[in-house]
């Protein structure tokens, strides 16, 4: 009878649920395909939360991706549409959620009864009931996306907007005894402009007594599997191409995110028996947790927020187009990636020289100055006397309007048997990433974390360059205060330090960090490279760097990366592999720079000087002039054109269709004698369809007509070992 009694509250209060928030009805109109090319032209309609006609559904829709709840008589989500090609994604109703709490797992929403799961049909839903035992939907409401991080931008960006559209967050309970304190609530970001949802999962305990959550997976889809396969193991066979997946949960020092993930599992589905796969193993269902989190202690009183689950609908098979949705992704919802302050990356002995840089810098127009590895500053040092020297080197580059910073190593280092990592294997310190390094779950390791808010609060720095951030290391003590034991390491070890990074977000400070944090505030990341490359000569490091750029910037944005440019000795090699005297390597100098700033990538520049004659201070004045003329489309989208491979021509084109400037093409000749090449530039993205106005350099521009593949035929002559580049209008 109690049971009766909760079955028929939930069931007529659903309808005033939905009465109470106000959501509009959903217009079938609008579900019909996009026909413009959302890279091209921005999307004109906004994110909405709708209610379906018959009042059983919520519709999620932004004219680009289209998700819909069935909300009775628990949520399922029974519709996914891509709406830029009308691609379904989904073959069958899976829960919203799955908890494993103390033991024992528990599904969040979901319906049952389907019997068929290669497909879904819409009037089948009406059939599917719930299970008692399952978290039940109690409510929903609907805000405007607050923002992620209360981002403070001190620096130039392509982007200082933050993202806007509409969140909805469904609110579940249990009506089993043993979990009835705990309020669950599954939340979907639905962004302005971009074929993006964003799910993550809250956990509040209201209830006086604590829960181990074993595992909180706060994604679960049954997708249309990509290939059909007769005989194959599920890593033999592809993934579902038609969405990206991506979570703030990745590092390992890839500089990609592909391999720096850590929650993303491809399954099997062995109740959808009528797939072609004669042991049923195809990977077509898939389930979002992080694997190395399997013990975290849920306090009274305490909220547990999952990770973030960014689901980007691909409609192309097409490497570039791919790369440039999820550039597009990283420029809307994560802005501060698109700061890129021009920096020098100073090696120092003393203060002078930290003053020094600082004129250099401002005589040639760069924007900061971080302090490199190797330099005379200790961020951990916070003795005032330091504090006090270092605020008055801060004090001087503000009053010339540059910003400062520096280094700090965290992980591959040891400290101390009490405060390094504990290899669960052993027992003992060890089995880290980097061998030997410490927890930041540690008393050492919350004390960096304090010492560096510290610093940077006291000397008012701009920028921080934190070399080996978090990687991942687990931990097996029992004596670290800042997590419990090896269960929960992993996990809270992460949250110091996203916690950082976002406070030097809020507080506008600029982060270089090797690891994928993107989503967590952090600005840039290595391009790729090996150091060691830089040891060889000038000619072999411009064709290794153009190399670099092209790889690194296929999934991210100039913005997100550097490069590197030793001015100095730096991982061996002779003076052929140095710019040092500057002023005797003019010409590899500038075209080094040309190459980076050409591509709207930061390089750090390590050394003790920008210019050490006035000829080559010209160089350097002449460069960054170029680079701020030009700096918007430099900054926008690459469309790679042919990688260096030495043996001819290699470049690349930048493209903005918002901008006056819908294009700037960058091409090199690395060869010993003078070329003279005709190609096909790709104009699509540009957003031109008939004719363009193409000028070489600072020439008179000439008139060229898009042929139906929307390229254009262009004849250029380069000299010896040169580059040069051409501005389209």
């Not at 509009?24 to 309609?45: A, V």
């Not at 490359?533 to 290794?544: A, G, K, Y």
């Amino acid at each position: 009878m109690k049971k009766m009694i909760i079955f028929l509250f939930l069931f007529f209060s659903i309808d005033a649920v939905v009465a109470q928030n106000n959501i509009p009805f959903f217009n079938n109109s609008l579900d019909k395909f996009t026909e413009t090319d959302w890279l091209i032209f921005p999307l004109q309609q906004k994110a909405g939360i709708y209610k379906s006609n018959d009042g059983k559904n919520i519709v999620l829709y932004n004219g680009l991706v289209k998700r819909v709840f069935r909300i009775s008589p628990n949520v399922a989500c029974i519709d996914y549409k891509n709406m830029t090609n009308g691609q379904q994604l989904l073959r069958a109703v899976k829960p919203e959620a799955r908890l494993t709490i103390d033991g024992r797992e528990y599904n969040v929403g979901g319906l049952y009864g389907q019997k068929e799961n290669a497909y879904l049909l819409p009037g089948w839903v009406d059939g599917f009931s719930k299970n008692e035992n399952d978290f039940q939907f109690v409510s929903f409401t609907v805000k405007d996306i607050p923002a992620f991080i209360n981002w403070k931008c001190n620096t130039w960006a392509m982007n200082k907007k933050q993202p806007t559209g509409k969140i909805i967050s469904f609110r579940y309970k249990s009506y089993l005894q043993e979990l009835n304190s705990l309020s669950v609530m599954v939340n979907y970001e639905l962004y302005d402009g971009l074929p993006l949802i964003v799910k993550w999962v809250s956990l509040e305990n209201k209830g006086s007594k604590s829960f181990k959550l074993n595992r909180v997976m706060n994604e679960i889809l049954a997708l249309v599997e990509e290939e059909s396969a007769v005989v194959g193991k599920p890593e033999q066979m592809k993934k579902q191409h038609g969405i990206y997946v991506e979570t703030n949960y990745a590092f390992n020092n890839a500089m990609r995110y592909d391999i720096s993930d850590q929650t993303t599992h491809w399954k099997i589905d062995p109740i959808y028996t009528s797939q072609v796969n004669y042991n049923y193993e195809t990977p077509c269902l898939l389930e979002v947790y992080p694997e190395k989190a399997p013990g975290i202690e849920l306090l009274p009183g305490e909220v547990f927020k999952s990770v973030r689950t960014h689901e980007l609908l691909m409609d192309s098979y097409d490497r570039e187009r791919r790369g440039l949705m999820i550039r597009k992704m990283y420029n809307t919802i994560a802005p501060w990636t698109t700061q890129n302050p021009i920096f020098m990356h100073l090696v120092s002995n003393n203060d002078q020289q930290v003053k020094d840089i600082i004129d250099q810098c401002t005589g040639t127009g760069y924007e900061a100055v971080i302090l490199s590895f190797g330099s005379h500053c200790n961020m951990e040092d916070t003795a005032m006397t330091k504090i006090s020297k270092w605020k008055s080197l801060a004090d001087y580059a503000h009053s010339k309007n540059i910003l400062i910073g520096s280094y700090s190593l965290f992980s591959s280092r040891r400290i101390s048997d009490e405060d390094d990592v504990i290899d669960p294997a052993t027992g003992k310190p060890g089995g880290a990433f980097f061998g030997n390094a410490p927890c930041y779950g540690s008393k050492w390791g919350i004390a960096y974390a304090t010492k560096l808010k510290y610093f940077i609060s006291q000397t008012g720095f701009d920028l921080f360059e934190n070399d080996g951030p978090y990687p991942g290391d687990v931990c097996a003590s029992t004596t670290h205060p800042g997590h419990k034991d090896l269960d929960d390491s992993q996990w809270r070890q992460m949250e110091i330090q996203k916690e950082l990074y976002h406070w030097l977000n809020e507080k506008g400070v600029y982060i270089n960090a090797p690891d994928w944090y993107f989503l967590d505030g952090t600005h840039k990341i290595a391009i790729g490279y090996r150091e060691v490359n830089f040891s060889l000569p000038r000619e072999q490091q411009m064709i290794l760097n153009r190399q670099n750029i092209n790889d690194g910037t296929i999934e991210k944005t100039p913005s997100m990366s550097w490069g590197f440019v030793p001015l100095t000795k730096y991982q061996g090699g002779g003076t052929e592999a140095v710019l040092e005297p500057l002023s005797e390597h003019l010409k590899d100098y500038e075209q080094l720079m040309m190459q980076y700033y050409g591509a709207g990538v930061q390089a750090c520049y390590r050394g003790p000087r920008l210019f050490d004659t006035e000829e080559t201070k010209r160089i350097v004045i002449k460069v960054i002039d170029w680079y701020k003329k030009y700096r918007e489309i430099l900054n926008s989208d690459i469309i790679h054109l042919r990688r260096a491979d030495g043996r001819d021509w290699d470049g690349w084109l930048h493209v903005n269709p918002a901008l006056k400037q819908k294009g700037l093409l960058m091409l090199f000749n690395p060869l010993k004698e003078k070329i003279k090449r005709t190609i096909k530039v790709p104009l699509y993205y540009t957003g031109l369809t008939t004719v363009s106005l193409i000028k070489e350099k600072e020439n008179i521009p000439g008139i060229y007509k898009l042929n139906r593949n929307y390229e254009i035929e262009l004849s250029f002559t380069l000299e010896p070992e040169s580059y040069t580049w051409f501005v389209i209008q």
